[in-house]
């Protein structure tokens, strides 16, 4: 129903940057929010950053609030996640989410297959 790719994931150097994209495509009206999560290895995975699509209500995980920050593009149904002051810790595999009701909290439905995210020490 909803595709998600994506992109702008690697290898960078701790206090470094990185954006990732990612782009959905078919029933995107469906869309009410779109999300970033990750996992590390051996961890759960975990919630990053998310953009509600009406009125870019933005929520963030503790750990990133301040380096990290999601934006979106409506016209391109696409979202980013620009990160800053990367950690070795921030090392994980990223997942973008889309999901279908955002009321108080985001419900995520739809997943991409990952962009992997490595800072090296």
């Known amino acids: 129903q909803v595709q998600l790719v994506e992109s702008g994931g690697g290898l960078v150097q701790a206090g470094g940057s990185l954006r990732l994209s990612c782009s959905a495509s078919?029933?995107?009206?469906?869309?009410?929010?779109m999300g970033w999560f990750r996992q590390a290895p051996g961890k759960e995975r975990e919630f990053v950053a998310a953009?509600?699509?009406?009125?870019?209500?933005?929520s963030y995980e503790d750990s990133v609030k301040g380096r990290f920050t999601i934006s979106q593009d409506n016209a391109k149904n696409t979202v980013y996640l620009q990160m800053n002051s990367l950690k070795p810790e921030d090392t994980a595999v990223y997942y973008c989410?889309?999901?279908?009701?955002?009321?108080?909290?985001?419900?995520?439905?739809?997943w991409g297959q990952g962009t992997q995210v490595t800072v090296s020490s």
């Open positions: 989410a889309a999901g279908r009701t955002w009321v108080t909290t985001p419900q995520f439905h739809y």
């Open positions: 953009i509600r699509r009406p009125d870019a209500n933005i």
């Open positions: 078919g029933r995107t009206f469906l869309v009410a929010g």
